[in-house]
Nanobody, 128 residues
Framework: QVQLVESGGGLVQPGESLRLSCTAS????????IGWFRQAPGKEREGVSC????????NYSDSVKGRFTISRDNAANTIYLQMNSLKPEDTADYYC?????????????????????WGQGTQVTVSS
């Protein structure tokens, strides 16, 4: 059974950090480009970051560039999202997703329709 499971969410204060993990079962993450998305209450899901299958290249949305870092450990079948300098506007449910058709992040990496497999999400709340 193909499954993605996110973890690492929680409640933090502004300026603090969190590291999210996305672990796969039933398939090998190393064959796919992987994206992180988030959805805040009342808002559409937005692409946050994407990483090539090899980890050699990454993409970020403007809203997180310089604060978030995506990485992968293919041996552990896990993708990470290190989130630093968190802001209240980063509050959202965070999802990882696998693009089963591409090794590289596509031109439309920020479009949720690009991805085939999704995790159930992990909640991140940034509040003082």
């Amino acid at each position: 059974q193909v499954q993605l499971v996110e973890s690492g969410g929680g409640l933090v204060q502004p300026g603090e950090s969190l590291r999210l993990s996305c672990t796969a079962s039933g398939f090998t993450l190393g064959y796919y480009a992987i994206g992180w998305f988030r959805q805040a209450p009342g808002k559409e899901r937005e692409g946050v970051s994407c990483i090539h299958s090899s980890g050699s290249s990454t993409n970020y949305s403007d809203s997180v560039k310089g604060r978030f870092t995506i990485s992968r450990d293919n041996a552990a079948n896990t993708i990470y999202l290190q989130m630093n300098s968190l802001k209240p506007e980063d509050t959202a449910d965070y999802y990882c997703a696998a693009d089963a058709y591409h090794l590289l992040c596509s031109r439309n990496w920020g479009d949720e329709g690009t991805y085939n497999f999704w995790g159930q999400g992990t909640q991140v709340t940034v509040s003082s």
